[in-house]
Each structure stands twice: as structure tokens, then as C-alpha cells.
């Protein structure tokens, strides 16, 4: 059983920065890629991020591309997305997910899933 915790959401001005963090836990952590997904109210569930978690290799939405960062610390079982030059438009609820399985952007193919965190930018 795998449990996702989501956490660093916030309100942050226009251009402003924030850190969010996923912490896996469980006795057996077994997914082969970690990805990042919002939605907005009235809003489809988007793609954000995804990382693979042996090789690292990232994946990027056209619309984060170059403002935002996901990473992931092996031992502490985390997975982190560093968002620069927040604008309005990035306002959702962000989720977190794990997968038995290559990064992909279809959240269907994702197993495990968190409870979100809010991000808020004011314009």
C-alpha cells in the first residue's frame, strides 16, 4: 500500500516562486515514475510534470516549460516540483502520482494519487 502526501501549496503574487513536495510511504514503493497534475475549477485535469524515477528523465507540459522544475530524492521517497514566474493562470489544485510503469501524461495510467495541495496566484 502506497500513500502520497502532498504539500507547499499556497497564495503567491504574479512572479512569484513555490515548492511543492510529495512524500511516498508504505512498505513497498514500487513506481517507476512520479508525475505532477492540477485542475482548476471548471477545468479539465491537466498534465504537468512527470520524472522517471531510476533514470530521472523529465517531462514538461508546454505551458511549465522553463518555469517549472520536477526533481525527485530517492531515499526520502519525494518527489518535488520547483514553480518560478507564477502567473494566474497556473491557479489549481495540484495533485501528485505514481505509476508501475514509464512517465507518461495520461493521469488514467497513474496508480497512486495524493490528496492535492491549492496553489492561489494573485494577479
Known amino acids: 500500500q502506497v500513500q502520497l502526501v502532498e504539500s507547499g501549496g499556497g497564495l503567491v503574487q504574479a512572479g512569484g516562486s513555490l515548492r511543492l513536495s510529495c512524500a511516498a510511504s508504505?512498505?513497498?514503493?514500487?513506481?517507476?515514475?512520479m508525475g505532477w497534475f492540477r485542475q482548476a475549477p471548471g477545468k479539465e485535469r491537466e498534465f504537468v510534470a512527470a520524472i522517471s524515477w531510476t533514470g530521472g528523465r523529465t517531462f514538461y507540459a508546454d505551458s511549465v516549460k522553463g518555469r517549472f522544475t520536477i526533481s525527485r530524492d530517492i531515499i526520502r521517497k519525494t518527489v518535488y516540483l520547483q514553480m518560478n514566474s507564477l502567473k494566474p493562470e497556473d491557479t489549481a489544485v495540484y495533485y501528485c502520482?505514481?505509476?508501475?510503469?514509464?512517465?507518461?501524461?495520461?493521469?488514467?495510467?497513474?496508480?497512486?494519487w495524493g490528496q492535492g495541495t491549492q496553489v492561489t496566484v494573485s494577479s
Open positions: 508504505g512498505r513497498t514503493f514500487s513506481s517507476y515514475a
Open positions: 502520482g505514481g505509476r508501475d510503469g514509464v512517465a507518461t501524461m495520461a493521469s488514467s495510467e497513474y496508480d497512486y
